[in-house]
């Protein structure tokens, strides 16, 4: 089968003339991306940009009108690929968190691995306790996720993609829900991930996370990426005025 | 000089406990009670009823109740599912089920699978009058459980499929521990709801046609009721019900209340 056959040395994610329209209404307009193991992409732009529907491409959650996706060179816009495998190696963090409010932190984090991995519960749980740990919930383990804050929910939520030992991260503003004095708790576990050699590509707002984490900034309008390059380079002397204009607004 | 603002509301609450209590004793007093005490409180008849009542006819009552229930939510999930299905076979034939046992009425279901059936199709279903009373009273139960599924399935958040496929669970895995376990959290109340009306609808088995030992409480009163010429039957199988289905409310007024503690 196809998904067997990780190319170690393709890029981690490959985006190839991504159009994605509904009806009439076209949100990406032919997207070129391409993010190699261990680099941290962030994407800004504004609200409309395509910037999410972008994100959601890269694990199939949107699927793509016209383009290619290519994870680990394994093409997932092919019909035959076996999307619930790729996804295994592809962590998703959500705006809302969406951890599963019926179960325990614990069981959030052991349920993908105890019935798509098919680890021992034992097994399961150590990996889970270990991740805990990693993003300073430890004690948490038997919480349930409405007793949680935002800033614990979503680190939870990390801690869960991470369970599943994804080969790269994704990160669909991860920080736009949470109350301005929990958004740095879950910065702070994304800059360690990234410290680590995460492969990651994050939408956000944060434009100090960008400058000082990212490895490279996009400037997404209108459905295109109109501006690449050094996140320090972008921010501070913008080439194209949609970015120029976007940064005077938001910093 | 007008009165103060906490009078005049206690004036009015006064006067509403007044009028109720006027209104309980109007219809009390209006009850002809020679009469209707022999005919409805008969203690004499009542006596004659136990233990039978409780051993035939609440004992079928209960049964009728558990296997049609059974029954409705088995079938009630995969017509929520076919419902819910991306495949147009699937949704229509599970509309067309929903529509059609929702649509009649019970007693018609029941009637056509007892004697209806056996003629066009030259097949009876096993079990005599009981079994076909009862798998009657099973498509009515899956029809009207089915969208109260579906309805708890399509109440969790699209967020929650979103997550679990993220984390490569495939589109049953997540319906089965993901969805479905919130799914029937949130289907608490209807779902009580369709069991005391099925508890009620069991009332209808008899139409089938029915047996000494197979009767349930209502069947058992009124068949008590022609042989003893006296009504008590029916006020003792009345207080029967509410013996049962007053508790049942209740337990899941209970389990709705910690379970919303525990999200």
Redesign the interface.
Known sequence: MSTDLIDVHAPAIQVQGLVKAYGDNVVLKGIDLTVLSGEVVCIIGPSGSGKSTMLRSVNLLETPTDGRILVEGIDITDPETDIDRVRQRIGMVFQSFNLFPHLSVLDNLTVAQRRVKKRSKDEAERVAREMLGRVGLAEKADAFPSHLSGGQQQRVAIARALCMNPDMMLFDEPTSALDPELVGEVLQVMRTLADEGMTMLVVTHEMGFAREVGSRLIFMDGGYILEQGDPREVLSNPQHARTQDFLARVL | MALKRRTRTLLYRVTMYVVFFAVVAAVALSINWQRAIPQFFNLEVAAKLFPDIILIGLRNTILFTLIAFTGGVLLGIILALMKLSSIGLFRWVATGWIELFRGLPALLTIFSVAFIVPIVFGWKVPGGPVGAGLLGLILVASAYIAEVIRSGIQAV?K??T?????????PM?TMF??IL??GF?IIIPPMTNELVLLLKDTSLVFIAGSFIWSKELTTFARDANSANANATPLIVAALLYLVVTIPLTRFTAWLERRMAK??
């Open positions: 958040p967020g929650q979103e997550a679990a496929r993220s984390l490569g669970m495939s895995k521990w993901i376990p919130q959290r525990e999200r």
